[in-house]
């Protein structure tokens, strides 16, 4: 058994390979390349009724895609871009998560233009610091990520109850959910 297989890690990257690497170089990792946010909070919602290992594996085909997730390049996608979209074996074919993509860079685009970072959006929920929880329990929602739900909807964003954005703000390092135990909680 290697070291790597060794460490006391969270539970759900445990038993498998893909996501114990995805676990031990990027979840839960702070982020603030605004284009890397939009593109794993579009990821989140792609996997909503999925495990996430599937999106995980799929995650290349994705980026290709959606024209490495740039959003300037996937908001002026028209109905032919839509049309082979849905014929992509590589990705998840869902209509309305494609569309849901497709506006979510739209209005990445608009609030870029009217001088809004996506970054600073993002990480002013938590007066852009981490929120570390205890380790000790697993929850699938907060009030904050009601609250940044809220806000991604009013905007026009879809797929993004508060679920999912809780999903997102593990994902992206918004907040800490490490286990206690994991050799990546005090890491990140």
């Known amino acids: 058994m290697s070291d790597s ?9 445990a038993s498998d390979a893909d996501l114990r690497r ?17 593109e794993m909070l579009m990821l989140e919602g792609f996997q909503a009724g999925l495990a ?6 799929k995650r290349a085909a994705f980026r290709e895609a959606f024209a490495g997730f740039d959003p300037a390049k996937v908001a002026a996608f028209d109905e032919a871009d839509f049309a082979k979209l849905m014929e992509n074996p590589g990705i ?4 309305a998560k494609i569309r849901a993509t497709i506006a979510g860079a739209q209005i990445y685009c608009d609030m870029r233009d009217r001088g809004e970072s996506f970054d600073a959006f993002c990480w002013s929920f938590t007066d852009g610091k981490v929120i570390t929880n205890l380790g000790t329990e697993w929850i699938a929602s907060s009030p904050l990520s009601e609250a940044i739900s809220t806000e991604l909807k009013r905007r026009g964003f879809k797929f993004v109850g ?7 703000l593990q994902a992206v390092g918004i907040v800490n959910d490490h286990a206690r135990d994991c050799f990546r909680r005090d890491q990140v």
């Open 162 to 168: 508060p679920k999912i954005v809780y999903a997102w």
């Open 5 to 13: 297989n060794r460490l006391s890690r969270c539970e759900w990257a």
């Open 92 to 95: 998840v074919r869902a209509q």
């Open 22 to 38: 995805y676990h031990d170089s990027e979840w839960g990792v702070p982020q603030h390349d605004p284009r890397m946010l939009w």
């Open 52 to 57: 996430w290992v599937t999106i995980l594996r």
